[in-house]
């Protein structure tokens, strides 16, 4: 019980450190989704089958066609055979002895008039061939010796069977030319009725084998039917026709559904159907209506619902999140957007009523007091920071211009302008004698960081500079407009593959002085475009010392320490479009 109690409290404890979002999703996934899956992957496990079975009983139904096909050929050869047997007259005619060719010869005409047989030999694409052990017997019409075929294959064949009836598929390349050589189909029977039957005789049906083939290719199936004899192939209702070439070795093997073994006469055959391409999206095709119908029910309106409920409980949550994780700064922020009336959209407006009268009292208890605190440090730092640059300055700007010299000693005047650049703009940061400078020599700044910049970028960056004539006099912070096309560089030209631009703007507007900087770069999020407006709307001497945009940060509170408070300051961004920030300050006459 203790064991069990420990892991029941591990589990509590993460369940509590797992996003409300996470947990919602967790909820959809294993309580909604997951049993919806299993019913909906059983339905369809059902359908398969289903369709699987029918394609199964489609391929037995095929081979037992074709089985009757074949068995109807040959027992039509068969009945012919048994005809020429049970007739006295065929008997009487291949018994008699002959006295010479023209006695045969006449016997042979009388035969052909007189015996209804002998008008059904050749009928039906069949070739019939009655051969018997009589030397008298003149070859041809029909007829032959039995001499003349016992040294034949299928003769030798029908002989070791010991049987008097056999069907045999045979291929005969014996004594004809290579370009006559056929497959054929026959039917042998012995016509000897009783023992004392001293004359061996022996009928052979040739099958039209090419008609028998045709028979099986007109069943139009669409699967693939082989006629077998062991791994031998007989025939098959696909490729081309092989009537000229030997039999083939049947190599199919694996892909066989369906397998019918019968014997016909003494021949061991299998029909032999091979599964036709099965493919689930010809099953769900197939069901279309049903599948569309689960997925709707089951998957994307669960789905729609959840995220729909999702956003309306973790959206909030996290704007709350947000605003209690800037509880430590000097103001409370309040939360704007939809609210809602339930418990979250209560809880949320309490808090904006907390925040309304907390701010008061930090206004009214502790801000100003701070204020003059934080411009006692941040004037401070300033000087604390330009004290430690004009640490032995010379020697940097000595070494930088002895690689400008030697740059243009050897002719890399792009290199000499970067290294040019580069100590403008040494100097301008180690000149740090007051915190303000003119708008004029900030440009300066501004288009020799700029030109590096270009250097690094090259056609990937273009930059303009506007400054109306009144405003060049005009003091701000030193590297204020600076910081603000660093950012620009940084989160908006670098993050982008595309060429992009940065407009710097210096103008008035009423008794205002606008400083503007656009880029044309990646943008930014709704979320991240919020944060951003807190921090330059708000910033404080404990926001310098965390990592995330401090020069911003800088630039706004050496901004609104110079005016007293009278600055204002604006950021628009479109994600993928660019982004815009703008100061604005008192215009000084």
């Known amino acids: 019980m203790e064991k069990t109690s420990i892991w029941v409290e591990k589990w509590r404890n993460w369940l509590n450190d797992v996003s409300l979002r996470n947990k919602l999703y967790g909820l959809y996934l294993f309580c909604v989704l997951l049993p919806l899956v299993v019913t909906d992957g059983v339905i369809l496990y059902s359908l398969v089958r289903t369709e699987q079975t029918k394609q199964q009983h489609e391929m037995e139904d095929q081979a037992s066609s074709v089985q009757y096909s074949i068995t109807s050929l040959v027992e039509n050869s068969a009945a012919t055979a048994k005809n020429f047997y049970m007739n006295e007259y065929v008997q009487d005619f291949l ?41 008298t017997i003149v070859n041809g019409g029909g007829f032959q010796r039995l001499s003349k075929v016992k040294e034949t294959p299928w003769y030798r064949q029908f002989q070791d069977s010991s049987q008097d009836i056999l069907l045999l598929f045979y291929y005969d390349d014996l004594n004809v030319p290579y370009e006559k050589a056929e497959r054929k189909v026959l039917f042998l029977r012995k016509l000897n009725r009783f023992l004392r039957d001293d004359t061996e005789k022996l009928l052979k049906i040739e099958i039209d084998y090419g008609g028998l083939e045709r028979n099986i290719r007109n069943m139009n199936y669409e699967n693939d039917i082989y006629l077998c004899r062991g791994d031998e192939l007989l025939f098959s209702n696909v490729g081309p026709n092989n009537a000229g070439q030997p039999f083939e070795t049947f190599t199919l093997g694996g892909k066989v559904g369906c397998q019918k073994d019968f014997t016909l006469y003494g021949e061991n055959l299998s029909i032999r159907i091979l599964r036709g391409r099965f493919s689930l999206f010809q099953v769900l095709a197939g069901h279309l209506r049903i599948v569309v119908l689960l997925l709707l029910i089951n998957i994307v309106l669960p789905w729609f619902l959840m995220r729909q409920l999702g956003r309306s409980v973790t959206s909030r949550i996290g ?137 690094r970028f090259g056609d990937r960056l273009s930059y303009r ?37 940065i407009f710097v703007r210096v103008y008035r507007e009423g008794q205002e002085l606008c400083l503007e900087v656009e880029d044309t770069g990646g943008g930014m999020e709704e979320d991240e475009l919020e944060a951003l407006r807190y921090r330059m709307q708000n910033a404080s001497i404990d926001m310098l010392k965390e990592r995330d945009r401090v020069g911003i940060v800088n630039v706004c509170l050496r901004v609104r320490m110079l005016t007293d408070g009278r600055a204002k300051f604006f950021v628009e961004s479109e994600k993928g479009i660019g982004t815009t920030v703008s100061i604005r300050m008192p215009f000084s006459a």
């Open 95 to 135: 018994d008699a002895q002959y006295e010479n060719p023209l006695d045969y010869v006449i016997e042979y005409q009388k035969f052909m008039r007189n015996s209804l047989l002998g008008s059904n030999m050749g009928v039906d694409n069949t070739k019939i061939t009655i051969c018997a052990d009589n030397e």
């Open 319 to 455: 704007r709350l999140g947000q605003v209690f994780d800037q509880v430590g700064r000097d103001t409370l922020p309040k939360i704007y957007g939809p609210r809602g009336g339930d418990e979250i959209g209560s809880l949320m407006e309490n808090y904006n009523r907390m925040a309304d009268r907390m701010n008061g009292l930090i206004q009214t208890v502790y801000k100003d007091r701070l204020r003059e605190q934080e411009i006692d440090i941040a004037r401070q730092s300033a000087e604390l920071k330009a004290l430690r640059r004009q640490i032995d300055p010379h020697f940097l700007f000595n070494a930088l211009e002895s690689i400008r010299m030697h740059s243009i000693l050897k002719e890399e005047y792009e290199t000499a302008g970067m290294v040019e650049k580069l100590a403008v703009m040494e100097r301008q940061t180690v000149d740090w004698t007051s915190d303000t400078g003119t708008v004029s020599r900030e440009l300066a700044f501004v288009e020799a960081y700029l030109e590096l910049q270009k250097y």
């Open 465 to 501: 500079l506007e400054v109306e004539e009144e405003c060049r006099e005009q003091e701000i912070p030193r590297l204020a407009v600076t910081t603000l096309v660093e950012n620009a560089c940084v989160h908006g030209i670098e993050c982008k593959t595309t060429p992009g631009w």
